[in-house]
């Protein structure tokens, strides 16, 4: 009861949730059938002992949380930010399962997330941070049961050295574990500025059926990371 208390308390949980309300109401979805369907399939909570450059040893929290594994494996992003909460991770895995069932892919939704500054890092830190992240859930994931992805504060390296650790945990290479992979370990081409494009072709078909010209709007990008950039 404390974890659903943990969850549902949080406003971008309940954002999430009253979005899906929105849809269910239309669709006439019964009471029974809707709760099931907002919460989370499981949670998993935990602590994570890094040892630092100058010895000291550092614990942070982190979480994976699996939305939904019904129809496929769950898929859905690693976040490494000091403002992540339990609750937006698991709206975050919601939202996963709602864009990959829109667009019929046989895919559920997951979230990971590492409570963290990744910024103040250097980069042993951050490599021994990816490593035992992945070593504290890679029971819990797998090709057939759940895949990571990078997300905010990870990237290639981040995903590179948690593949890695997987592989050494299940005894062979496992590429298929993890996305967002170097092209050289068996990334896509095309993937790290896939999140960017996707915006663009979307806007430009926005334009398009509102029968507005490219030429005459103005866009504004917010922030710079792998998206904005």
């Known amino acids: ?39 989370p399939r499981r949670c998993l909570i935990v602590r994570l002992p890094v040892r630092m450059d100058d010895g000291r040893i550092e614990t942070y929290e982190a979480y994976r949380v699996q939305h939904n594994i019904s129809t496929g494996p ?24 709602w864009k990959c069932s829109l667009v019929g892919l046989p895919f559920g939704g997951a979230k990971g997330g590492v409570v963290v500054n990744a910024r103040d890092m250097s980069t042993g830190e951050l490599e021994r941070l990816s ?20 997300d905010v504060g990870t990237n290639e390296q981040v995903m590179a050295w948690m593949m890695d650790t997987y592989s050494n945990h299940v005894g062979h290479y496992d590429p298929g574990v993890i996305t967002g992979k170097p092209i050289a370990l068996g990334g896509s081409l095309g993937r790290r500025e896939a999140t960017g494009e996707g915006v663009a072709w979307l806007t430009k078909a926005y334009l398009t059926d509102m029968g507005i010209k490219p030429a005459d709007t103005k866009v504004i990008v917010q922030g710079f990371g792998n998206v904005g950039s």
């Open 1 to 39: 009861m404390a974890l659903t208390n943990t969850i549902y308390n949080s406003p971008v949980f309940q954002q999430a949730c009253d979005q899906f309300d929105l849809a269910a109401d239309i669709l006439g979805m019964d009471q029974g059938l809707r709760e099931r369907t907002k919460q």
């Open 74 to 97: 769950a898929k859905g992003g690693i976040r490494f930010h000091h403002d992540v909460t339990l609750g937006e991770v698991a709206a975050l895995a919601m939202w996963m399962s």
């Open 131 to 150: 490593r035992r992240y992945m070593q504290e859930i890679a029971t819990f994931i797998g090709p057939n049961v759940d895949i990571p992805a990078p």
